[in-house]
T-cell receptor, first 113, second 116 residues
Framework: TQLLEQSPQFLSIQEGENLTVYCNSS?????LQWYRQEPGEGPVLLVT?????EVKKLKRLTFQFGDARKDSSLHITAAQPGDTGLYLC?????????????FGRGTQLTVWP | NAGVTQTPKFQVLKTGQSMTLQCAQD?????MSWYRQDPGMGLRLIHY???????DQGEVPNGYNVSRSTTEDFPLRLLSAAPSQTSVYFC??????FGRGRETQYFGPGTRLLVL
């Protein structure tokens, strides 16, 4: 059973289009992170959200943490070919299992010129 | 700063062989972890450590051992390799334990392992 469900699994769009990736769970997380991974490399952290309802912007990327801290979304405006990559969300556990980070399966984004 | 380094980059093993995947970080990070990444599965936590001498199991610990004798190093041992352990392995580190703030986790470049 996957603790974090990401959708869609694959996304193929044209340059200039907008897109949203979703990360959902029935569990509450103390924080949630978004990573981007290029082929042959390790994931690189894009953002961490901690507070329910929090919105963070990173240039054309907008990240939102749900009010109940169970879900998150990543919105990209005017996508560019350089945005191509695997986007992963990850939730930090609370309480007795402090220290664990649970990853979604990822969204493979391809942006065509 | 080299960040998080992993060796080897590639490895081919035969079923039943043992090996150690090396991971080192030079950022004086308290928290280190090992993940495996399989197609369509995201990253799954194998073992993690919250400090030297302290380790704990993640989601998929069977078949793997770890130890943390120093802050810098966190090797992952495959005791008797099986084809199901064919995967890409990532080591990661962060300054503090998750859940206590806006921790940044740094990943190594990965080790690609094929078990025949």
């Amino acid at each position: 059973t996957q603790l974090l469900e990401q959708s869609p699994q694959f996304l193929s769009i044209q340059e200039g289009e907008n897109l949203t990736v979703y990360c959902n769970s029935s569990s509450v997380f103390s924080s949630l992170q978004w990573y981007r991974q290029e082929p042959g490399e390790g994931p690189v952290l894009l953002v961490t959200v901690v507070t329910g309802g929090e919105v963070k912007k990173l240039k054309r990327l907008t990240f939102q943490f749900g009010d109940a801290r169970k879900d998150s979304s990543l919105h990209i405006t005017a996508a560019q070919p350089g945005d191509t990559g695997l986007y992963l969300c990850a939730g930090a556990d609370r309480g007795s299992t402090l220290g664990r980070l649970y990853f979604g399966r990822g969204t493979q984004l391809t942006v065509w010129p | 700063n080299a960040g998080v380094t992993q060796t080897p980059k590639f490895q081919v093993l035969k079923t039943g062989q043992s090996m150690t995947l090396q991971c080192a970080q030079d950022m004086n990070h308290e928290y280190m972890s090992w993940y495996r990444q399989d197609p369509g599965m995201g990253l799954r936590l194998i073992h993690y450590s919250v400090g030297a001498g302290i380790t704990d199991q993640g989601e998929v610990p069977n078949g793997y051992n770890v130890s943390r004798s120093t802050t810098e190093d966190f090797p992952l041992r495959l005791l008797s390799a099986a084809p199901s352990q064919t995967s890409v392995y990532f080591c990661a580190s962060s300054y503090s334990i998750f859940g206590r703030g806006r921790e940044t986790q740094y990943f190594g470049p990965g080790t690609r392992l094929l078990v025949l």
